[in-house]
């Protein structure tokens, strides 16, 4: 008897695989298409659990729907740009260049020893010359359509770093990455206007049936749609008016004062001149200080000054003192708004603070009536008070009524305002795509020609944490001519952030190696979408609303079909430790290498399926580890016992002319089967592998004395064809063992024969004191208790039955039945 040596059966199979370039795949108009897609990870040294655990998930899926009969896109690569390469650079002095490409060499290998079903032929990085290339094409793209602008920000900056980093990127005022505390500065920057999808981001979120409803509602408060209206205040003494967005313009009429951002365009105008001019500047200096998420915080202190000036209410015509205050950010709206303190909590606070009028104007709708006084404003809409012709009225209605008649006097107007901002995408880092820029004194900002691309970034650069992009320092790169009059000209030397070169790998992994174009879009049109995305959910913004939106505008500029790229999206959980996320700091990190080592890929692989459903976090357990080798030994002597007896006999096909344990074995059998079938479509896996393990078991019993060959046949076809997405090296031996030539993997996945699944029944004849009186159909299985139920509340027997007493009930099992009365 051969013992189950892992390491030879799934090196072994990994050699086949590869020599028959088993997952290859081409397009194919006679068979369905599945683009099963697991995020690309980033090569930052060795895979964690987490990634083992992700692509395990994926590659189940990808086996299964090969077995269905479809034509599977399964590809992998790697997000290559990004800052970790660069920090190695600067301490350890090993080029990004080459950490990066020894980084990918090694998890590649990793992944391939977890037997993973990639089309490697279509690996692509988008740190590779012939990937960026493109990236950059769609950049220009882009900037033709009129979907990129270069303009002055304010950004948030790390200092340590040296890089401008999105908001997403700042966490309670502090670096993602390295945890120092984020400055705001002034820099000019390149933007991918994004907001202009705002709309059909948010509307096509419905159609998206196949993702998780939590994702759906974190983007669409990223989103974050508001209706509401612009007010414009004139101010008095100029010829300006101030513009305010605000939800609420039922509230007019309670504006007491006005708050401007300290960065609002025309503080400086504002405040020229006026008598505390040192003081304003002061605070403004301060507040800006201060970065976008402390000052917006609810807690935080509402601060402000005033500047000395004032602008009318257009509605009431009083005049009303501007003030600026940290709460109110340049980055929304208009900058500026109109204080309600009666009936936003901010506006409150800062009127308590600084002694403002307090005016309420919307009662609460069962009393009608305004406060004696407010402690707190009241938020909620109601009926206006004190608000002119408009009192009286319910807070729609007269958001409706107000907006209409600003906008008949030219006041303001309806307007619709998204949290969403422009996708800021240029980093002053040397590791990304270089943005196909040229800046010249004469032109302008030139694109470099299409047919010049790549702009290659140079790998001899010097590093120093000096705060400056090593590719300004680089004259070589730097220095050019200018595309468009042939002066002397400066490269752009920002690159683009690493989510760029991911919104769009998945077209890539279409069509990787055209040296012709990024993508063909026949071959496009016939993979895309994706069927079945699976990832973590940190990247349920960000990422995620990138790529929808390069596919839309790839879609607008006729570059493909669809408009929505992925179909389905599972989003799955953590694998935890001792309760908590696996982490160095925390020293309770499992390393996969270590794992395969002692057990082997399909142990670790079954294990992590087996312990949880995908989608919730899933708790590593050494003794499961074990549990998941064993079982695979047990199957494995399953398999070797019955061969070679099984070896030239043919398989049951049918249950005709079986019975008894035979008959049930087979109704087991496929039971098992339709089940395994169901969870696998659901992600069931865990409860897919027990309904196999639960089999094994049945079959276990059976042998101990049944001795039909060709149903064991048939029951060990079955077995290992749907352990085979679960396990696929040993399924594969198994399968050799069993007769099988070829890949297992390449068979069809077995069809549940539905006449088996019928439990088998029997006649029972029915008698009251010995006499028959009916007969009656049970299923084989019934129990005696359910027996003697069944047949005393049996209305063909009540007139032999009622009115006396049951003396005893008689059972001859299979057989006949005899209730003694009395
Ligand atoms: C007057 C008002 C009265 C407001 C009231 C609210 C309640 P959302 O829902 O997020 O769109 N606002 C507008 N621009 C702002 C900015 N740049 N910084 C800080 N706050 C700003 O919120 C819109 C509301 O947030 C606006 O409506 C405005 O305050 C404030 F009883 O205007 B409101
Ligand atoms: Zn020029």
């Known amino acids: 008897m051969r013992t189950y040596d892992f390491n030879q059966v799934e090196l072994k199979w990994q050699q086949r695989w590869d020599e028959w370039e088993l997952y290859k795949v081409t397009e194919d108009s006679d068979k369905p298409k599945f683009y099963c897609l697991e995020m690309l990870p980033y090569p930052s040294g060795k895979l964690h659990m987490g990634h083992v655990r992700n692509y395990a998930i994926g590659d189940v899926l990808a086996r299964f729907q090969t077995m269905h009969g479809y034509n599977v896109l399964h590809p992998m690569g790697w997000d290559a740009f990004g800052l970790p390469a660069e920090n190695a650079a600067i301490q350890r002095g090993i080029p990004p260049a080459i950490w990066t490409r020894d980084n990918i060499a090694y998890m590649r290998k990793q992944l391939r020893r977890l037997g993973l079903s990639y089309d490697w032929s279509r690996e692509i990085a988008s740190c590779w010359p012939d990937y960026y290339r493109w990236t950059q094409w769609l950049f220009l793209q882009f900037y033709k359509a009129g979907l990129v602008y270069k303009a002055d920000a304010v950004v948030n900056w790390c200092p340590s770093c040296a890089t401008v980093l999105a908001n997403e990127q700042v966490v309670g005022g502090n670096c993602e990455r390295c945890d120092s505390a984020v400055e705001q500065k002034h820099l000019e920057q390149w933007f991918f206007r994004i907001t202009k999808y705002a709309d059909r981001l948010l509307d096509n979120l419905e159609k998206l049936e196949g993702w998780p409803e939590k994702v759906k509602t974190m983007q669409h408060n990223w989103i974050g749609r508001s209706e509401g209206a612009t007010i414009r205040f004139p101010i008095v003494g100029t010829e300006k008016t101030l513009e305010v967005f605000t939800t609420r313009p039922d509230t007019v009429f309670g504006v007491t004062f006005m708050v401007l951002a300290p960065e609002h365009p025309w503080v400086d105008e504002l405040i020229a001149g006026v008598e505390h001019e040192a003081k304003v500047r002061e605070f403004i200096g301060e507040v800006t200080r201060q970065d976008e998420i402390s000052r917006t915080a609810e807690d935080t202190e509402k601060l402000g000054v005033f500047t000395g000036r004032y602008c009318v209410n257009p509605l009431t015509g009083d005049e009303i003192p501007i003030w600026l205050g940290n709460y109110v950010l340049m980055g929304y709206g208009t900058g500026a708004i109109m204080a309600v303190p009666a009936h936003d909590q901010r506006d409150f606070e800062f009127a308590k603070k600084y002694d403002l009028p307090i005016r309420q104007v919307i009662a609460d709708p069962e009393t009608k009536m305004p406060a004696e006084e407010l402690d707190a404003a009241f938020e909620a809409e109601g009926v206006l008070v004190n608000s002119g012709e408009f009192s009286g009225l319910d807070s729609n209605t007269a958001k409706e009524r107000i907006t209409r008649y600003l906008e ?415």
């Not at 901002?421 to 010249?440: F, H, N």
């Not at 000096?466 to 009059?485: M, W, Y």
């Not at 993997?745 to 006499?771: C, F, M, S, Y």
Request: aromatic share 10%; net charge negative; hydrophobic share 40%.
């Open 408 to 822: 008949a006097n030219n006041l303001g107007m309806f307007k619709v305002q998204y949290r969403l901002r422009d996708w800021l995408i240029s980093r002053q880092r040397y590791w990304g795509a270089p943005i196909p820029i040229v800046i010249c004194d004469k032109c302008g900002l030139v694109p470099v020609p299409e047919e010049e691309l790549p702009v290659l970034l140079p790998e001899d650069v010097h590093f120093a944490p000096d705060g400056k992009s090593p590719l300004a320092q680089h004259a070589a790169f730097a220095e050019t001519r200018c595309p468009n009059c042939g002066e002397k000209a400066r490269r752009e030397t920002d690159t683009m952030d690493t989510f760029v070169c991911s919104s769009w790998y998945f077209l890539r992994y279409c069509d990787p190696h055209n040296s012709e174009k990024a993508f063909d879009k026949d071959i496009v049109d016939y993979w895309m979408p994706v069927d079945q995305y699976i990832g973590g959910v940190e990247h349920a913004i960000l990422h995620l609303m990138y790529a929808r939106f390069f596919t839309m505008v790839l879609h607008d500029l006729g570059l493909l079909s669809v408009e929505e790229p992925f179909t389905n999206l599972l989003t799955q959980g953590m694998v935890l430790k001792d309760g908590f996320k696996m982490s160095k700091s925390k020293g309770n990190v499992v390393d996969p290498d270590h794992i395969i080592e002692r057990f082997g890929a399909d142990t670790a692989r079954l294990f992590i399926l087996f312990a949880a459903p995908p989608e919730r976090d899933l708790e590593w357990s050494e003794s499961g580890v074990e549990g998941a080798y064993r079982f695979i030994n047990r199957v494995w002597r399953l398999v070797q016992d019955y061969v070679p007896q099984v070896n030239d006999v043919e398989p049951t096909t049918k249950s005709d002319g079986l019975v008894g344990e035979d008959k049930e074995l087979r109704r087991v059998m496929h039971q098992t089967l339709a089940k395994v079938t169901y969870d696998i479509e659901r992600f069931n896996f865990n409860t897919a592998i027990s309904a196999i393990m639960e089999y094994v078991n049945a079959f276990y019993h059976y042998k101990e004395k049944g001795e039909n060959m060709a149903l064991c046949r048939e029951g060990l076809e079955k077995l290992v064809l749907m352990l085979a997405p679960f396990v696929p090296h040993v399924a594969e031996e198994l399968w050799e063992m069993l007769g099988g030539t070829g890949s297992v993997h390449r068979e069809p996945w077995p069809q549940v024969d539905e006449a088996a699944l019928r439990v088998e029944e029997i006649t029972i004849v029915l008698q009251v004191n010995g006499k028959v009186r009916d007969r009656v159909g049970v299923p084989v299985d019934i129990s005696e208790e359910e027996l003697k139920e069944l047949v005393l509340s049996r209305e063909t027997l009540a007139p032999y039955i009622a009115g006396k007493t049951v003396v005893k009930v008689i059972i001859v099992p299979r057989k006949l039945v005899n209730v003694v009365v009395k």
